[in-house]
T-cell receptor, first 115, second 115 residues
Framework: DGGITQSPKYLFRKEGQNVTLSCEQN?????MYWYRQDPGQGLRLIYY???????QKGDIAEGYSVSREKKESFPLTVTSAQKNPTAFYLC??????????????FGNGTRLTVT | AQSVTQLDSQVPVFEEAPVELRCNYS??????LFWYVQYPNQGLQLLLK????STLVKGINGFEAEFNKSQTSFHLRKPSVHISDTAEYFC?????????????WGLGTSLAVNP
């Protein structure tokens, strides 16, 4: 079955370390997204990519970086510059931005805890 | 700019009772409207969407929503809920014109169905 795989499901890191969250999709979607979810704050967009080798900052990109070298993969690096990295991170994909006949497909998330 | 307000952060309800989760939006342009559901420790999945046409939209799991343009609302309803409907529900809007078609999310409503 097609879908989005995020790994690992739980991730623990020490403060000051960079960490990379994996997101892979086999839906053949062009667009991919990273969201951060905190209790009571809904979803906030970190980065998105509409096509390979191109990506744009979302609303809260500071302290994060991404790459899009392959259509199937959109890894997110949480750097030591991110002041409050502990959160639930969700990756999503869709047919290109603006085509809302196709919904966002989400992975099951990675819960990152930084101590 | 668009904004979304989910009027209730938590909705407790007994099994087999009806439920309404309220969503109001603000926008200077026409919008598309969506409801997503998130079960515990999982990603989100699309419940239903309004793009155009009939203002009453039916979705998965027996949910429906009605688009009311004059009241700028898109409330989600189910006539009889099950324990398995316990989840977080998110309303989202996106402009259907212009260059910036980013999804704007509400903060979510936690539905707790009790036996």
């Amino acid at each position: 079955d097609g879908g989005i795989t995020q790994s690992p499901k739980y991730l623990f890191r020490k403060e000051g370390q960079n960490v990379t969250l994996s997101c892979e999709q086999n839906l053949n979607h062009d667009a991919m997204y990273w969201y951060r979810q905190d209790p009571g704050q809904g979803l906030r967009l970190i980065y998105y990519s509409q096509i390979v080798n191109d990506f744009q900052k979302g609303d809260i990109a500071e302290g994060y970086s991404v790459s899009r070298e392959k259509k199937e993969s959109f890894p997110l690096t949480v750097t030591s510059a991110q002041k409050n990295p502990t959160a639930f991170y969700l990756c999503a994909s869709s047919i290109p931005t603006g085509n809302y006949n196709s919904p966002l497909h989400f992975g099951n998330g990675t819960r990152l805890t930084v101590t | 700019a668009q904004s979304v307000t989910q009027l209730d952060s938590q909705v407790p309800v007994f099994e087999e009772a009806p439920v309404e989760l309220r969503c109001n939006y603000s926008s200077s342009v026409s919008v598309y409207l969506f409801w997503y559901v998130q079960y515990p420790n999982q990603g989100l999945q699309l419940l239903l969407k309004y793009l155009s046409g009939s203002t009453l939209v039916k979705g998965i799991n027996g949910f429906e929503a009605e688009f009311n343009k004059s009241q700028t609302s898109f409330h989600l309803r189910k006539p009889s809920v099950h324990i398995s409907d316990t989840a977080e529900y998110f309303c989202a809007v996106a402009p259907n014109a212009g260059n910036n078609r980013k999804l704007i999310w509400g903060l979510g409503t936690s539905l707790a169905v009790n036996p």
